[in-house]
């Protein structure tokens, strides 16, 4: 392709000149109307087909060409009285303001306007030998010199006192409480001098100023504004050919009063309504006026609203695209698909299409592809001119005779294809990775649940996108830099994110606990499951210990040692010989058997260990039939008992130190008052007992309980859940200023409070749990924290999400670059020396930093 | 009265010589005003007399090692 390159030097943007804008409008519009009795475009009117055509087969009137090739043409309506453009109003008060009314002049002495005038030229051709700004005086700068005209009583020249301006939105001008016209604004605007414009900073050859009072309106073209026929056969007209009817009819009215000689007031009103038309016209937003609507009620869209804001023209059609090669539908789960593939529904499958590029050396095997007429086929072949033809069972014969070296075909999906797979929003690098199609029955698209972490997706409904690289270029840097593989571990800290969770957390601990053993029977589906064939050594009963058969999926020869679940975890020679699988196991924090198996093994051990041993927790826990019900939340008679004296101890401890501080007995905290230490007291021995009560419920629930054991494994609920539900809530309530103290009257929380008790039950403790039920009391704390935290979720989420994105928006294209140092896409230098010590969390696994 | 940039958490700011100024641009490999920039109303450079164009060197300390920072000095 043949491309001339020029570098865009400047762009000057002026205001239309209404003898420009009657050249570019040529056809006038007369009638406030659309279309006649016969559903024909009105000569004259909004449609009118000199404007251009939109329904395809129809000749443009002014140019000949049809709908594609028309460009469309502009129109113009005759304003019978001018108005102001509303979008231009603070432009015009500066002016009006500046200037005296009876000269003209701007409101400066001789002296200083040379001042600002040298300080003027001094700027400019500094900016043209694009050097520093030496001696430009300070205060020179146009807010200086309009303070300094705001300031002035009366002209220089002709002594003529300031009138009191006074400007009211959206477009009234009030000069010494008398109402101007837009004309009379017009005739004042009109006389100030271009140079004087100049010292105001505006360029009068591009910008008269009487050129923001509109005589005439330009109207955008038909395809601007496209009319739709609706299924019923009823046309429906754009939001801006409904303003422009309205602004015609009202010019109309105008006219019609102005030649009857109606009463001044009477056109003064419908001068007026001109007015706020036009305002509306261009922003339908203006602050003080009434936004135009339509019949239903909803907001007429006009000018400024095309382009405004998220939905508007710049953010939602020019930075955002839709893209072709895409797919999106709802995710769901399948243990069975690899870690770094996608499950893709036939139906996508056979829609997206991947380019396959002929050879001399593989032209065979495309005239096999071509001639294929069921699912992996050839859809579209792309001749060497680049024309783009369907293939279809006409035309194939044809193809496949004239198929040649240099042509593309293109393929439908298929298994093994390299796609990327994406979720919204994509916060961080691994929102996108790439993954192997794997095409299945179904509507969805599936995945491995242990990547749903980077994703930070679940399987209630959500939807992600799917793309497919087209050039060979793209497909290898996505399978070589975005293969989930590759992104096992974070960059921001290092840990794993992409790890077994849940189910796949606690079937390896039960798996791996110290007395587990399996049978025979067990053991060898358990082992099937993972594609291992070989038995570990039986004990002497015959059965197989748990961790032997961990040890199978361990790549051989590991060594690593740990600590896991609290406790010691060491695998010796590919053994596991001490400890129990947890969450932490999974390279959380600073166990690191995920980082070591990648560091010793690779990138495909590390992903086959994650992918087998989630599929063998899960078939193991499947095996077990792990369930949570009301049993796990029912408390034993010695737990009843543990929660009882617990919290008859900590109550009486309270009442102590309630005691002690009524005698001034108790000995206040270094830096606290009396009272904020007695209460930062109450609040310790409150956190003990919530801590004493986890530690009761782990030493006397039994490993029977479920829930306590994927506490203990860290794979899903923590232990406090649990002692909320059997044993009692704890402290509800916690405000930002700690315990909730107000909220009735008098210094406490509700009327059945006595003022001012400090007690726990009176500031929101709650010594009942979710099981035996709580009092409406309790409720009421319980519900106010509840509320808190919600309205807090929703706030947070707003604002750090907003925050995030104008983070990575500035931060987006700087990179690391081969010397380390950090820069932008310009090459400006940010930080000389990456980090400071070049160290990326990602590869510093195991190294100490000192 | 002692000044606030005598301070011991200021950084170390040194002018850098003409020729200095030009291997450091060379071996970063930046033109001068792809550099991060200091005013030459900031304290620091003023105490160094530093004239728009030249090249302060800051000494930082980042964790144990001793780090070079490199600002273009600007005019305002």
């Known amino acids: 392709m043949i491309m001339q390159t020029e570098a865009i030097e400047s762009i000057k943007f002026g205001v239309l000149n209404p003898d420009d804008a009657r050249k570019l409008g040529v056809i006038k519009l007369t009638v406030p109307d659309t279309y006649n009795e016969d559903g024909y475009p009105i000569e004259g009117g909004l449609l009118d087909q000199r404007m251009g055509v939109i329904d395809p087969g129809l000749l443009c009137k002014t140019c000949g060409a049809r709908a594609k090739s028309c460009p469309g043409h502009f129109g113009r309506i005759e304003l019978v009285r001018p108005v102001l453009h509303s979008e231009f109003t603070k432009v015009i008060y500066m002016i009006l303001q500046s200037t005296c009314k009876n000269c003209h002049r701007l409101l400066l002495s001789d002296e200083h306007m040379n001042e600002y005038k040298d300080a003027l030229n001094q700027i400019e051709e500094a900016v043209e030998i694009d050097a520093e700004l030496g001696d430009v005086k300070l205060g020179m700068g146009s807010a200086a010199m309009l303070k300094r005209i705001k300031n002035m009583k009366r002209c220089e020249r002709c002594g003529t006192v300031k009138g009191k301006l006074k400007f009211s939105a959206p477009t009234y001008f009030y000069i010494d409480d008398y109402k101007m016209k837009p004309d009379e604004i017009r005739d004042l605007l009109e006389k100030v001098s271009q140079d004087d414009l100049q010292v105001l900073g505006i360029d009068s050859v591009v910008a008269r100023p009487e050129w923001l009072v509109l005589s005439v309106l330009l109207v955008p073209p038909v395809n601007v504004r496209p009319s739709i026929t609706l299924e019923s056969g009823e046309r429906s007209e754009d939001d801006l050919t409904h303003k422009l009817v309205d602004i015609m009819r009202i010019n109309l009215r105008l006219e019609q009063n102005l030649n009857a000689g109606a009463p001044q007031i009477i056109i003064d009103d419908l001068w007026e309504l001109l007015q706020d038309h036009g305002t509306t016209y261009f922003n339908n937003e203006t602050a003080s006026i009434p936004p135009a609507r339509h019949r239903s009620g909803r907001a007429l869209k006009t000018l400024a609203q095309r382009l405004k804001g998220k939905e508007g023209r710049f953010r939602y059609n020019l930075s955002g695209k839709r893209v072709n090669y895409s797919a999106r539908t709802v995710i769901s789960v399948d243990p069975n698909i690899d870690l770094d593939e996608v499950g893709v529904p036939l139906e996508i499958a056979s829609k997206l299409t991947v380019p396959f590029y002929v050879t001399a050396w593989n032209i065979d095997k495309a005239r096999e592809m071509l001639s294929r007429t069921e699912y992996p086929m050839i859809v579209n072949a792309i001749a060497k001119d680049g024309k783009r033809k369907r293939v279809i069972d006409l035309n194939r014969e044809e193809l496949i005779k004239d198929l040649q070296p240099g042509m593309v075909l293109e393929r439908q999906l298929a298994d093994g294809d390299i796609t990327l797979f994406n979720r919204q929003p994509s916060l961080h690098r691994v929102s996108i990775m790439s993954h192997r199609a794997k095409v299945l029955n179904g509507r969805t698209f599936r995945m491995n649940y242990c990547v749903t972490a980077p994703y930070n997706a679940d399987f209630d409904g959500d939807e992600m996108n799917l793309h497919v690289p087209q050039s060979l270029e793209a497909q290898s840097e996505a399978k070589y830099l975005m293969n989930p593989k590759y992104q096992v571990f974070s960059p921001r800290d290092g840990d794993a994110i992409i790890t077994n969770n849940e189910d796949g957390i606690t079937g390896m601990y039960m798996l791996t606990k110290d007395d587990n053993f399996l049978t025979k029977e067990q053991a060898v589906y358990i082992l099937s499951i993972a594609g291992k064939y070989e038995l570990p050594d039986p004990t002497k009963d015959g059965l197989y210990r748990g961790k032997d058969i961990f040890s199978l999926l361990l790549p051989k020869g590991l060594d690593f040692e740990g600590r896991s679940a609290k406790a010691p975890f060491v695998i010796k020679k590919g053994k596991l010989v001490q400890g129990v699988v947890a969450k932490d196991t999974f390279g959380r924090g600073d166990n690191k058997l995920l980082a070591k198996i990648g560091k010793d093994f690779g990138y495909d051990v590390l992903k086959e260990f994650i992918f087998v041993s989630a599929k063998v927790a899960d078939a193991y826990v499947t095996m077990m039939g792990v369930t949570v019900g009301v049993k796990e939340y029912t408390t034993s008679k010695k737990l009843a008992e543990e929660r009882v004296r617990l919290l008859s101890e900590t109550f009486s401890n309270i009442e102590k130190l309630i005691e002690d501080y009524r005698n001034r007995k108790l000995e206040p905290l270094i830096g606290y008052t009396l009272r904020q230490s007695l209460e930062r007291m109450i609040i310790a021995e409150l956190n003990l007992v919530r801590d004493r009560a986890g530690e009761m419920l782990l030493k006397y629930e039994s490993s029977d309980n479920v829930a306590v054991e994927m506490a203990r494994s860290g794979s899903r609920g923590s232990v406090l859940n649990i002692e909320q539900m059997t044993m009692f809530l704890g402290q509800q309530a916690t405000l930002s200023g700690g315990r909730i103290k107000r909220g009735y009257y008098t210094n406490r929380v509700l009327p059945h409070i006595a003022p001012g008790d400090v007690r726990p039950g009176a500031r929101g403790f709650v010594a009942t749990s979710y099981y035996s039920g709580l009092a409406p009391t309790d409720l009421f704390m319980h519900a106010v924290g509840s509320r808190g935290s919600e309205v807090y979720k929703a706030l947070l989420t707003a604002r750090s999400g907003y925050l995030y994105r104008r983070l990575s928006n500035a931060l987006q294209d700087y990179s690391v670059k081969s010397d380390y140092s950090v820069r932008d896409a310009n090459n400006n230098l940010v930080e000389v020396v990456y980090g400071g010590d070049k160290m990326n969390p990602l590869y510093t696994q195991f190294d100490t930093v000192d | ?76």
């Open chain 2, 1 to 76: 009265m002692p000044s606030k940039s005598d301070h011991e958490l200021v950084p170390v700011h040194e002018l850098m010589s003409d020729k200095e100024a030009k291997e450091v641009l060379e071996s970063l490999k930046v033109s001068i005003e792809n550099l991060p920039k200091i005013l030459e109303s900031d304290p620091q450079a003023k105490k160094l007399e530093a004239k728009p164009g030249q090249i302060i060197r800051i000494h930082r300390r980042e964790g144990k090692h001793d780090m070079f920072y490199y600002r273009v000095v600007i005019g305002e």
